[in-house]
Nanobody, 123 residues
Framework: QVQLVESGGGLVQAGGSLRLSCAAS????????MGWFRQAPGKEREFVGA?????AYADSLKGRFTISRDNAKNTVYLQMNSLKPEDTAVYYC???????????????????WGQGTQVTVSS
C-alpha cells in the first residue's frame, strides 16, 4: 500500500506561482510512475503531467508547469508558474508501481491517489 500526501496548495493571484509537493510512502519510490491530475469545479479530472524515465505534460500546460522528483525524499513536485484563474482546481498526485511508457495520462493506469490539495487562482 502506498500513501500519498499532497501539500502546497493555496490562494494565489493570477500570474503568480505555486509549488505542490506529494510525499509518498514505500521503499521503491524511485521506480514509481508519478502523475499529477486536477479537477476543476464542475469538470472531470484531467491529466496535468507525469514522470517516469521522462516527463510528459498535458499539451495545454507545457511551458508553465514543471514536474520533478527527489527520490531521496520520496517526493514529487509540481511547479506551477504564470497561473491563470482557469488553473483553479483540486490537484491530485497519483502513483503506479513501476514505470510505464505509454498511457501515462490515463487515470486508470494509477493504483494510488492522494487526497488532493486545493489551488485557487484569483483574477
Amino acid at each position: 500500500q502506498v500513501q500519498l500526501v499532497e501539500s502546497g496548495g493555496g490562494l494565489v493571484q493570477a500570474g503568480g506561482s505555486l509549488r505542490l509537493s506529494c510525499a509518498a510512502s514505500g521503499r521503491t519510490f524511485s521506480s514509481y510512475t508519478m502523475g499529477w491530475f486536477r479537477q476543476a469545479p464542475g469538470k472531470e479530472r484531467e491529466f496535468v503531467g507525469a514522470i517516469t524515465w521522462s516527463i510528459a505534460y498535458a499539451d495545454s500546460l507545457k511551458g508553465r508547469f514543471t514536474i520533478s522528483r527527489d527520490n531521496a525524499k520520496n517526493t514529487v513536485y509540481l511547479q506551477m508558474n504564470s497561473l491563470k484563474p482557469e488553473d483553479t482546481a483540486v490537484y491530485y498526485c497519483a502513483a503506479r508501481l513501476g514505470f510505464i511508457r505509454i498511457r501515462v495520462g490515463e487515470q486508470n493506469q494509477y493504483d494510488y491517489w492522494g487526497q488532493g490539495t486545493q489551488v485557487t487562482v484569483s483574477s
